[in-house]
């Protein structure tokens, strides 16, 4: 039993030292490169234009969060359970997808600037500053739904039962019960979609560019890939780290990003106001059904005359990005399980939290910055896109490692809890333990997690770009060129392909999971 | 004969020492106040806590360091004895071999097993298909599949009411004495020390007294016991 823990410590150090070497590492390799201290004019203007996109989108995203989740949360109507699931679609969607979607929405010819030309109004521009936020209220919405629906649920039953029989007015009933929740959970929806914004490429990639509508991250993707500038994109890498993790340090007391998990269907219908609030929640609703569904079906309608007419080269870039997406769920979820079950097996220690605070370290991290420290590291000795398909895999696996621990740990912990000293009173070594107990019970995170992890990685378009020659490309990065040439037609088709395939590889991981669960 | 030697617990303020032996096929009823380290001491002689000093031997090999898995004694705990998403079979395959890679003897073996503790034909439900006396019978099955010379009950039939738990026993003590192992039985309830045991240890202010005669001792109680039955 001793030799099979210190065996597993030893594992999950190594898989520690790796995550560090990846995050702090790739920052610290970065640092080292940049040529000068000095910002240009340009990059103050990333910089403030990155924390304004960051600050609208979540700021924007918790507001309108707000009576959306009300209004799922207190009406019954027919739907409502698909509604909030779909609410956790954003999440595994595909960047490239979604800014497609919104492109024929709200784009030039789309429908919205059609009925703004009609009633005589101005066309509303999709790029710049506005769009950017768009795609993130469209992306970071549902997250933040999903969190205030869960502040709901953590609402004891009782005090909305007191709240009733004490005959609360609405205006009670928000001050008493509905303001104090928002109070404890808005900041940290708030937080958490600023960070993710921080650090959002692909968004800024289609929609923003030009000097005045440029991310930090796309800074540092251009200043590498066109300028080829290294001293300079290791100076934007480097402030984008300090930048993510300053802001990390700042809201860590109450940034919680995991706004997923299942059980948001609680059967007590507590308060249900009739007349103008009931019209309110229905446009609550209906608004933000709208608003997550027409991009999706946009996707659908325009992608699927594309899908007979792809060009030659999406098939293999599929085939690339399956590869991709399995082989980073195979890492993130390898290397979640080794940190998950090497916590669950001591008490909270010095080690035990040292772990915890490492596999939470990626979710300060960028992908461009990881990239570039990649880039450097490999630049001398081989040619980047020779290695881009690895790199890709292990950045993905890297940047959903959070989520798979997060998911496994409370799981392993109980198993541990539950089975430890039964699986040692029968005398069973590591790999019955792994075969017979650990595979068995945490099946269904496993399955959940793999899928989460595949999906993300399948839509990653970050540092695939940076390291993808003309070869090579996987197929985020083919819809985005295609999108960049204006081939829309084909690039929707790519684009319905990639977001089935994404959704597939997601639920087959969940079914999988799933089925070998049980008891 | 399983042997406590000047064996001391301590953890933080709570501290327990035992010095005594049992004798093979003996049956050793431990009874005291909760929190008076009933649970401890047979954790710690499965393995499960170590010893601060002293020494535990079984036949004279000192049984310090040895994995639990490969002590000389199998357990029964308060609940979770059974793998919910393995079959029956197949926990009670555990028994005999811990990769649960079975040669056809082994598997008639753990259907003996089954038929022996009157489970027979349920080897391939899951434990939720079954009682709560059944699920300790497929217990009690296995651990007379891996017939341990020693057996620890930390009261696994206590969730069960009176008639189904005296029926346990009888068929603990049956086990028992087909595979001639010693049985120590934590239990607070001095009924089930008087049906099972010849001998009772008595835990209480930091010492696990040395086994007595069941019936002597409840004659003639000492005040800690008195204290803890709530006779004058």
Known sequence: ?519 | MLTLDALTIRQGDFSLTADWSVAPAERVAIIGPSGGGKSTLLMTIAGFIPLTSGRLLWQGRDLVGVPPGQRPVSMLFQDQNLFPHLTVAQNLGLGLSSDLRLTSVQVDQVESALRRVGLEGMGERKPSELSGGQQGRAALARALLRARPVLLLDEPFAALGPALKAEMLDLVAEVASETGAAVLMVTHDPADARRFADKTVLVADGVAQAPQPTAALFAEPPQALRDYLGTA
């Open chain 1, 1 to 519: 039993m001793a030799d099979r823990a210190v065996a597993l410590r030893i594992a999950a150090l190594g898989v520690a030292l790796l995550l560090a070497a990846l995050t702090l590492g790739s920052a610290i390799i970065v640092a080292a490169r940049a040529t000068s201290w000095t910002l240009g004019p340009a990059d103050g203007a990333a910089l403030r234009f990155t924390l304004l996109q960051a600050a609208l989108s979540a700021g924007l995203s918790a507001l309108l969060a707000v009576p959306v989740a009300r209004a799922l949360m207190r009406r019954r109507f027919l739907g409502r359970g698909v509604l909030i699931r779909l609410m956790a679609a954003p999440f595994v969607l595909p960047v490239v997808v979604a800014v497609l979607g919104l492109l024929a929405v709200f784009g030039r010819a789309g429908p919205v600037n059609g009925a703004l030309a009609a009633l005589g109004l101005p066309a509303l521009s999709i790029f710049g500053l506005h769009g950017v936020v768009l795609a993130h209220v469209f992306l970071n919405l549902p997250l933040a739904v999903r969190i205030i629906l869960m502040g709901w649920q953590a609402i004891p039953a009782e005090r909305l039962r007191l709240a009733q029989s004490l005959g609360f007015s609405d205006r009670a009933m928000f001050r008493h019960i509905e303001l104090p929740m928002l109070r404890a959970v808005l900041p940290g929806a708030g937080a958490v979609i600023f960070l993710l914004c921080l650090t959002s490429f692909a968004v800024a990639l289609t929609l923003g560019g030009g000097p005045k509508s440029s991310t930090l991250e796309l800074a540092i993707f251009q200043a590498l890939r066109f300028d080829f500038d290294l001293g300079r994109a290791a100076l934007l890498a480097a402030l984008q780290f300090a930048l993510c993790a300053a802001v990390t340090v700042a809201t860590a007391r109450v940034a919680s990003p995991f706004g997923f998990g299942a059980g948001l269907d609680r059967a007590v219908l507590p308060f249900a106001p009739r007349g103008w609030r009931a019209a309110l929640d229905a446009v609550a609703i209906a608004a933000a059904a709208l608003l997550l569904l027409a991009p999706l079906l946009a996707v659908v309608v325009r992608g699927v005359p594309g899908l007979l007419d792809l060009p030659s080269g999406v098939w293999p870039a599929a085939l690339r990005s399956v590869l991709v997406a399995l082989a980073s769920a195979a890492l993130a979820v390898a290397a979640a399980l080794v940190l998950a079950l090497a916590l669950a097996a001591v008490p909270l220690g010095r080690f035990g939290r040292g772990i915890e605070m490492v596999a939470m370290l990626p979710l300060a991290a960028s992908g461009l910055v990881m990239g570039v420290g990649l880039f450097l590291v490999i630049h001398p000795v081989a040619r980047p896109e020779s290695l881009a398909l690895p790199v890709t895999v292990l950045v993905n696996a890297t940047l959903s490692l959070p989520y798979l621990f997060r998911l496994l740990l409370p799981q392993a912990r109980q198993v541990v809890a539950d089975y430890g000293r039964l699986s040692a009173s029968l005398g069973m070594g590591a790999r019955a333990r792994l075969r017979w107990v650990i595979l068995p019970r945490l099946s269904r995170p496993l399955g959940y997690g793999a899928g989460l992890a595949a999906a993300l990685s399948m839509g990653d378009l970050g540092v695939i770009a940076l390291f993808a020659g003309d070869q090579g490309a996987t197929l985020p990065l083919m819809v985005q060129r295609l999108m960049g040439a204006y081939r829309m037609e084909q690039a929707a088709g790519a684009a319905l392909l990639l977001v089935s395939l994404s959704f597939g590889v997601f639920w087959l991981f969940d079914r999988i999971g799933d089925r070998n669960a049980d008891a």
